[in-house]
């Protein structure tokens, strides 16, 4: 009888063995390989060396050495992955999330590296790894990467695929204003840009013309213009904005500045008006009326 | 004498300092990283709510006179972190309904009753105001 339940056990971790085949699309083509420069890691310095080949590869100082002290926690022995993505942005890189096996093989199809984290051991005893996806052949059957000492390592998809999985899939790409990763969508990319400083106008400008029915990136991009003191440009983006999204309440906010900026006090009231209407426990909008009306508020 | 007079001192600092720093109602262009974050908080909302869903909810939620309506209107209290970390544990809960699934939904609903001051079965967890 206990060996019934031994059996049980033994077929359920079979079970958890069994991992998915590459994604057709890994098979069109069937190789690629990309060139990018590699920096080997020294001690348990895997996080800047992989970014530094990131950097390297956008054309930037990339030296891992100096970017341990800004990406490495000594009491850790490790990188986080949420630091890498900052320091690609400080540089006026966009750095874009690629959490999915067919994302991946998207963007090496497109050109782009992907800076990926794995867990090498186990759930509960993790080893965490960053490495540099730089390529893959026979269909998606064996990833090239650049990881640890090692140049264009091969690995098995099925020995990739469970590392990355017990990472919950973290990665990223690093791009410069002006391109946009292959599995790109409006949503992500809303919240990968938001933190930007640096470039920041131009990778919106990049977003909005990429998503041109989409009213949020368009929210963004109209800001970003305004920050750039371009107000008329901005007036103009937020009327757009407000064409696409016309339920966005911050949308008609910002534009009814942009009118009050432009002089025109009539249409102002009713742009901040509307957002009221569309928002009313908003505090901020509160106030924006109490500002825009003279205290008369909304009819 | 004099410890009464410093005290004194004391409250009117404090006074004055209070209403120096009464935040003032702030009308200005609404930023993106505002509208990205009241995104997120409202998604974080969604995954507490859909702890009202559980089959254990209604139940829990009876035995202690409180209405999800009310839930739902008090969500506002909580502090973006508690908000998150009650998402996160709501988001791994084990699918199927089995009896610990179950009993740890129930825990999660009370910890959010708890917070939301509608009740108070956990002493350590103090109601927001």
Redesign the interface.
Known sequence: MPFRGLIAGLVLLLAGCQTLPPPQSARQPANQQLDVPFIAQEKYQCGPAALGMMLQWNGLPGDAEALVDEVWLPERKGSLGIELMAAGRARGLLAYPVNRPEALFSELQAGHPVLILQNLALKRWPQWHFAVVTGYGDGGGRLILHSGTREATTSHWNRFIRTWARADYWGMVLLPAGELPASVRPGPL??AL??QKKDALRHWRTAASRFPDDG?LH??YA??L?QAERKADALAAFEKTVTLSPSLA?AW??LA?ARLDQGNTEAAREAVCRAHMLAPDD??I???????TDGAGCP | MNKRLTGVFTAAVLLITQALFVPM????????????ASE?RAAMEQKVLALLEHKAAAKVLAENGVSPEQVKDRLDRLSDQELTQLAEQADELPAGQGVIGVILAIILILVLLDLLGATNVFPAIHPIN
């Open positions: 809303l919240h938001a933190p949020k929210f963004a800001n970003a305004w911050p906010n910002n500045y505090t901020n509160k106030g924006s009326v109490a500002e825009i | 109602a702030h009308a200005a262009m609404v930023g993106t990283d505002t509208l990205v997120q």
